[in-house]
């Protein structure tokens, strides 16, 4: 599966984004999508994560209550949408494919995209 992220950008904190990631490739609609972030400095964390159906969501403490992850597979597309951004939401912001369902490890994934950055202004 290849993926292509975009949406990330510059905005201030407060404000929102919304991520996409296109999927290509083998058959998008099996196997769970996640979001995934790195900071400078820091390792990559787990972020969101949905089944195939959409029926089973996954998020991280950090963003739970402001981020929602969603995907639609007529379109090979999987989404996250940003609100109430902080500051600490700075990083390059990673689509992941071919995952267990459940899964919230990077090991739990099996194809990434190249990353978006997302940085938020104070």
């Given at each position: 599966v290849q993926l292509v992220e975009s949406g990330g950008g510059l905005v201030q904190a407060g404000g929102s984004l919304r991520?996409?990631?296109?999927?290509?490739?083998r058959t998008f609609s099996s196997g769970a999508m996640g979001w995934f972030r790195?900071?400078?400095?820091?390792?990559?964390?787990?972020?969101?994560?949905?089944?195939?159906?959409?029926?089973?969501?996954?998020?991280?403490?950090?963003?739970?209550?402001?981020?929602?992850i969603s995907r639609d597979n007529a379109k090979n597309t999987v989404y996250l949408q940003m609100n109430s951004l902080k500051p600490e939401d700075t990083a390059v912001y990673y689509c992941?494919?071919?995952?267990?369902?459940?899964?919230?490890?990077?090991?739990?994934?099996?194809?990434?995209?190249?990353?978006?950055?997302?940085?938020v202004s104070s």
């Open positions: 991520l996409s990631c296109a999927a290509s490739g790195q900071a400078p400095g820091k390792e990559r964390e787990f972020v969101a994560a949905i089944s195939w159906s959409g029926g089973t969501i996954y998020y991280a403490d950090s963003v739970k209550g402001r981020f929602t992941a494919a071919e995952g267990l369902v459940g899964g919230t490890r990077g090991t739990d994934f099996g194809s990434w995209g190249q990353g978006t950055q997302v940085t």
